[in-house]
């Protein structure tokens, strides 16, 4: 009988402690007072160091067996580490092999001048506009997905970082807002009257613009003209100005390339040598698309248009109306004209 009773007090004086948070010697008992609180969070009370416990470990699930409730636990609050993921993209550079001597890199580039050319000097002058598709085998850098020429020269005039033109007349500005709207197309369209759900028959028309976008350009086309400096003696290409062009259907069926606008090269100088191109030569050797456009003259074309008494493209003339091959033909003579000029300056 007194064994019996001795039992049962154990017993109670066990659950009382259990009730306190002591918590069970077999389970290692960890939590102090705290554990029975509502928060669920792990406390490490003045008698949660499981000296309670016969056996206690100390582990952080006495919390829980104290009674803790862990549904009630706030939410993990991650804190704001910085804003740095919303800066615009940079261009990536590699890590160069050797050692960086000084020499300023494409960041720092600046435009090459010309060479000094005096009126005096200037014995002939050709006009020439040519065509450069950007789908060629030769012209496929234009397209680099790393830094593509077409978003270049497009963003320059739609931003408003360099002045645009109507024409290749260069007389008259167009704003960075015509640009940007230049190739757009207004889209008219119906659609389920909003005011009548339930009626799929009632019909309104509705309007929006089809933006163009820089990816949809695949030709440029460029004025240039061919000097010879009779003091240096050489007849050599001079780029004037530069367009990106876009196709325009029209309803009788027919479709013409039209120019976006027009920009002068020496205003986008400045930005080209700061813009790196793809050599498929040496990837040592950087070059910039100024050195591609203007110095090494690294791209294939066809000329479209010389100077002429009725300022017409080839293909708008009577004789070639309705044939194309012979808007070639012609182009080939206009460039071998001006190959053999050259030639017959020099005695040999």
Request: aromatic letters at 12%; one cysteine or more.
């Amino acid at each position: 009988m007194k064994k019996g009773i001795l039992i049962v007090a154990t017993c109670l004086m066990a659950l009382n402690g259990y009730s306190q948070g002591w918590g069970w010697g077999d389970e290692g008992g960890s939590s102090g007072s705290s554990g029975s609180s509502s928060s669920g969070r792990a406390s490490s009370g003045s008698t949660g160091s499981g000296s309670t416990g016969s056996t206690g470990s100390g582990s952080a699930s006495g919390g829980a067996a104290g009674g803790g409730a862990a549904a009630g636990a706030p939410a993990l609050s991650v804190p704001t580490i910085g804003t740095h993921y919303d800066d615009p993209p940079s261009f990536h550079r590699e890590t160069p092999y050797t050692t960086n001597d000084g020499r300023p890199g494409i960041d720092d580039a600046v435009v090459v001048p010309y060479p000094y050319l005096r009126e005096a000097d200037l014995k002939f002058r050709r006009r020439i506009w040519r065509r450069i598709d950007c789908r060629q085998k030769m012209n496929r850098s234009f397209t680099w997905p790393k830094n593509p020429v077409t978003q270049i020269i497009y963003e320059a005039a739609t931003k408003g970082l360099v002045r645009g033109y109507w024409t290749d007349s260069l007389n008259r500005v167009k704003t960075p807002e015509d640009c940007y709207k230049e190739g757009s197309k207004l889209i008219v369209t119906q659609i389920q009257n909003w005011r009548n759900p339930e009626d799929n028959e009632d019909l309104v028309d509705t309007a929006y613009y089809d933006i163009f976008k820089w990816e949809k350009i695949v030709r440029f086309e460029i004025m240039e003209d061919w000097l010879f400096d009779y003091k240096h003696g050489e007849l050599r290409p001079r780029i004037i100005a530069i367009a990106p062009m876009y196709e325009e259907k029209f309803p009788n069926g027919q479709s013409y390339e039209l120019p976006l606008f027009w920009i002068k090269m020496d205003d986008l100088r400045p930005t080209l040598a700061k813009s790196e191109v793809y050599n498929r030569y040496n990837d040592v050797m950087r070059i910039s698309w100024d050195d591609l456009f203007n110095h090494y003259r690294m791209f294939d074309s066809y000329i479209v248009k010389t100077t002429d008494w009725d300022d017409k493209y080839l293909n708008q003339r009577t004789e070639f109306t309705q044939d194309p091959v012979g808007v070639l033909l012609e182009a080939e003579n206009i460039k071998n004209d001006l190959f053999i000029f050259e030639h017959d300056l020099w005695e040999f």
